[in-house]
């Protein structure tokens, strides 16, 4: 019985959106064209990729860019003053 289960839930499946797929479509040129399909052959014949200095470079700054963001996002969200008046309450007219 749980077999006839599989078809549909994969056919539900199949209807999932990708909203990483869509955002970056979104943000493309709609009248751009796709990219060519390459064989997986020349894929794999294609050299390995080599960092360069340059290369080290911006990846440490990236590296500080994604800290610094961590760090903001490890602040309070709600300021102090903003936290006193909502323990004061709501005064009733």
């Known amino acids: 019985m749980w077999r006839a289960w599989i ?22 040129d709609p009248k751009a064209e796709f990219p060519a399909l390459l064989p997986f052959e020349q894929l794999l014949s294609a ?23 961590a760090d903001a996002l490890r602040r309070p969200v709600i300021d102090e003053q903003t936290r006193e008046r909502m323990e004061d309450g709501v005064t009733l007219p």
């Open 7 to 28: 078809i549909p839930i994969a056919m539900l499946s199949a209807c999932t959106e990708f909203p990483e797929v869509d955002t970056a479509l979104a943000k493309g």
């Open 47 to 69: 050299d390995d990729p080599r960092l360069t200095e340059t290369d080290d470079e911006a990846l440490l700054a990236r590296a500080a860019d994604l800290k610094a963001r």
